[in-house]
């Protein structure tokens, strides 16, 4: 199974007045990391978009929050492919310090290929074949 890991400090922008990370902000973070890991795979999603009017839209979310993470800390943000369906994949994220390994939050992306149709309507399809290759050869 192929992980990706993408680090960043923890800002002050990133905190609530409790000065602990504000939630919405672990959702921003996985969906970053998770567009990291599908350029890292080969399927960078813009150029996908532009090219092939195929984009994996978000279809459902959720994160599990296990430990504060606070101002300048720096945290790792671990990404994976946990299944590939037809038309749908989910991801898997855990978020933790980089000093003392500590599970901050785990999270998960559940998102299906569309393609945008003309008037910016979306249809669910099946992963294309040279995409659904990719992607299973980052589940093994």
């Given amino acids: 199974m192929k992980v990706h890991i993408w ?4 800002m002050w922008g990133d905190l609530d007045s409790l000065g602990i990370v504000f939630y919405p902000r672990y959702y921003e973070w996985m969906d970053a990391s998770s567009h990291l890991f599908f350029e890292a795979l080969g399927i960078p999603l813009g150029e ?3 090219a092939r009017r195929i984009v994996f839209g978000l279809a459902a979310t959720s994160c599990r ?4 993470a606070r101002y300048h800390e720096r945290i790792q943000i671990r990404t ?3 299944e590939v369906g037809s038309k749908t994949l989910e991801l898997g994220h855990a978020i933790s310090t980089v000093s003392e390994g500590r ?3 785990e999270g998960s ?3 299906i290929c569309v393609e945008v149709l003309e008037g910016g309507r979306l ?5 294309p074949d040279d995409l659904m ?7 093994e």
């Fill in 123 to 127: 249809r669910a399809i099946a992963i």
């Fill in 48 to 50: 996908i978009l532009r």
């Fill in 7 to 10: 680090e960043r400090k923890v």
């Fill in 109 to 111: 992306e559940r998102r």
């Fill in 103 to 105: 599970l901050v939050a």
């Fill in 80 to 82: 994976c492919l946990k």
């Fill in 133 to 139: 290759e990719i992607l299973r050869g980052a589940l």
């Fill in 65 to 68: 929050y296990i430990s504060p």
